[in-house]
Each structure stands twice: as C-alpha cells, then as structure tokens.
C-alpha cells in the first residue's frame, strides 16, 4: 500500500520501521515540529522523523493540520492509507477522509477501555490484569472510532515505559497484520456504554500520598515509571520511587518502620526497589541507602 505515517515518539518508531520493511510504500511521515530539550534547549527533532531520516522517507511537520494548505498537500500525496500512531495533533474531518481507506491508529489500550491521552499509564494504576492495543479506524470522536483488530498483553508488575516498549512492538506487528489483508478484518462499533477516559498524566498526581493503601501506591509508582516518576519528600530532598513491593507492617503513614526502609501506608506497607534523588542516577535500595541511612522513625512527607 503507499502509506502516509504518522506520529511522533519513541511509541510509533517501531511501526514505521515494520510497515517499511514489510514493503509498503511510505509516501510521507507527518510527525511534531521540533521541540526545545536538554539543558541548552536547543531544538531536538522527533524520534519519528529522526527514524524516517534514516529510512530517507520525506518528512513534514506542520504546526497544525487546520488550515487548508495544509489539507490539500496531504491529500496531494494520494495515500492508500494513513496510519497514526501517538501523533499529537488532531486530523480535521478533511485529513481522516482524503486517504483511499481512510486513517487507521494504533491506540494502546484494549478499546473502548481508556479512550484518551495516557491509556497505558491508567491501565497500570486501575490494577487492569491486562492490556493490549487496538487497531482502529479513526473518525471525529477521540478514540471511539470501529475496531478492527485488538491484541491483549498481561499487566503483571511491568512498569509504564516496560508496558510502552511492548506494545509498540505488538502494535507494530498487528498493523502489518491487518494491512496484508484488510479485507480479513472487519469493523466492529465500540460499546460507548462501557468506555473509559484516560486523561493526561497531571504533576499533581505524582506526589506520594502515605495514607493511601500500599497496593495502591505501588501502582502508582509502576504507573508513572520512568516518567513523571512517583515521588515523596524525604527531609527537604525530593526522592523519586521508580519500582517498589508490597510488605508487611503497620503504623502511621510515610513512617519508616525498619532499617530497610519499609514505609508505612494507610493500609499494609511498601519497600522501595528503585530510587532516585533529583540530579542523580537511579539505584538499587542498598546502593541508595549505602550513603545516607534512613533513620527508623522518620515521617515522610
């Protein structure tokens, strides 16, 4: 098929990658313009178009696909099919139509559950036993277009950024699926009625509340693993918690109940595994506590 990519992080890598060696012809990759980034915030393209660029697949990266322009380039590349993974941008009615077969996403979650910006992040959190992606056709509505395809994965104790590697890849290979017979896969409307929303991750929601349950808090913490990262206080350092376990103990919370770090929550106890102080590399509770011991007692807050 000639194709038309779009997308913008290290999620939609791989499905570029697939679909070009699966042969299909990659008329155009539309990703982000690029971004600020770094300490010196020069301008850093997408991992998209610095993937594309190896391919030597031509690049566009418009602000916004608003205008008529715009419209009408992307409809001048007379695509089979547009396939979206993780783009950024909303496609006006015009865009979703202009392709042969229309605009086909990868969406990472098992549809019509976590509709949204942060489906994996949410999955982790809910406590979901499984996940997955979902091939499907794209209309106006955010993410409620037909299903075509779906691929399930199981949660288990993976982190958000394990989760995301993952289904990029199975994402990947379930659009090389369809696309080899797209015949074979018909369209299946969503249940709106059972529909989840998974709103942007808020900074707000990365800040460690003790009194909160222990199991609720390590999926919090595997939920916004390697980014935003949970976090708690520790004195007047902000600590970041990357990957902990459900323990024994008791009293009250943000308490350090032993010298193994045990940390008392509203209900049961989490050990940290992984750690991080701000500036610094991510170690193994032993490595972080080699230096400076935390003493029993102390309240974190």
């Not at 030597?56 to 696909?65: E, T």
């Not at 139509?97 to 509709?115: D, E, F």
């Not at 074979?184 to 990365?206: G, H, L, R, V």
């Not at 916004?224 to 206080?233: M, S, T, V």
Request: hydrophobic share 45%; proline share 7%; with cysteine.
């Amino acid at each position: 098929m000639r194709i038309i990519f779009m997308g913008t992080p290290d999620f939609a890598v791989p499905a570029l990658q697939a679909l070009h060696a699966a042969g299909h012809e990659i008329a155009c990759v539309y990703t982000q313009p690029p971004r600020p980034a770094g300490r010196g915030k020069q301008l850093r393209a997408s991992p998209v178009q610095d993937a594309a660029e190896a391919l030597g697949v031509p690049v566009r990266s418009p602000k916004s696909l608003k205008g008529a322009a715009e419209q009408a380039e992307f409809a001048a590349l007379k695509a089979d099919v547009a396939v979206v993974a993780a783009y950024g941008l909303i496609l006006p009615q015009a865009v979703l139509n202009a392709p042969t077969h229309g605009c086909l996403n990868i969406h990472a979650s098992l549809l019509p559950r976590w509709r949204g910006a942060a489906p994996i992040h949410r999955a982790v959190m809910a406590g979901d036993a499984e996940t997955g992606v979902t091939i499907m056709q794209m209309e106006a509505g955010l993410d409620t277009g037909p299903m075509l395809h779906k691929v399930t994965v199981p949660v288990e104790r993976k982190t958000t950024g394990e989760l995301t590697e993952e289904l990029a890849a199975l994402g990947a290979a379930a659009m090389v699926e369809v696309l080899a017979d797209l015949a074979a896969f018909p369209q299946k409307t969503q249940d709106d009625a059972a529909a989840i929303y998974a709103p942007k991750i808020d900074k707000s929601e990365a800040k460690i509340d003790c009194a909160e349950s222990a199991g609720v808090i390590e999926r919090r913490v595997r939920g916004l693993a390697p980014f935003p990262g949970a976090w708690f206080e520790l004195g007047e350092e902000r600590v970041k918690l990357l990957l902990a376990e459900v323990t024994e103990g008791g009293g009250a919370p943000g308490t350090i109940l032993d010298h193994d770090f045990t940390i008392a929550c509203g209900s049961g106890a989490i050990r940290p595994i992984k750690l991080q102080r701000a500036g610094k590399p991510v170690l193994e509770r032993s490595e972080f506590l080699r230096g400076r011991p935390v003493e029993t007692g102390t309240i974190l807050s």
